[in-house]
Nanobody, 126 residues
Framework: QVQLVESGGGLVQAGGSLRLSCAAS????????MGWFRQAPGKEREFVAA??????????VYADSVKGRFTISKDNAKNTVYLQMNSLNPGDTAVYYC?????????????????WGRGTQVTVSS
């Protein structure tokens, strides 16, 4: 069983930055693909970014809407995955969720992930 706890959300002005953290329990954390998703009011949960470490290096995927602004990273020693968010705009306002996938690489599909955190609110004011 894996438990995920997000932190780092808050209120920020447009153009600002935030760094989200997701602390994971479990000894097999390093083997899992980890993803960040977000859900705005009245909208479906959508993919933001995902990462997985392999013996050849990291495999990272971003949603087009965040490419060049957001950076996902993973610290296996700390069992933590991060999402650095820069140049935020009001369209980034949402609850951000961390997710872990037991088998397979980083995926854009919500249904491919096995464990979820409770989320952290990010609000970007104009």
């Amino acid at each position: 069983q894996v438990q995920l706890v997000e932190s780092g959300g808050g209120l920020v002005q447009a153009g600002g930055s935030l760094r989200l953290s997701c602390a994971a329990s479990g000894r097999t954390f390093s083997r899992y693909a980890m993803g960040w998703f977000r859900q705005a009011p009245g909208k479906e949960r959508e993919f933001v970014a995902a990462i997985m470490w392999t013996w050849t290096g990291s495999s990272i995927v971003y949603a087009d809407s965040v490419k060049g602004r957001f950076t996902i990273s993973k610290d296996n020693a700390k069992n933590t995955v991060y999402l650095q968010m820069n140049s935020l705009n009001p369209g980034d306002t949402a609850v951000y969720y961390c997710a872990a996938r037991r088998n397979g690489g980083p995926s854009l599909d919500v249904g491919e992930y096995d464990y979820w955190g409770r989320g952290t609110q990010v609000t970007v004011s104009s």
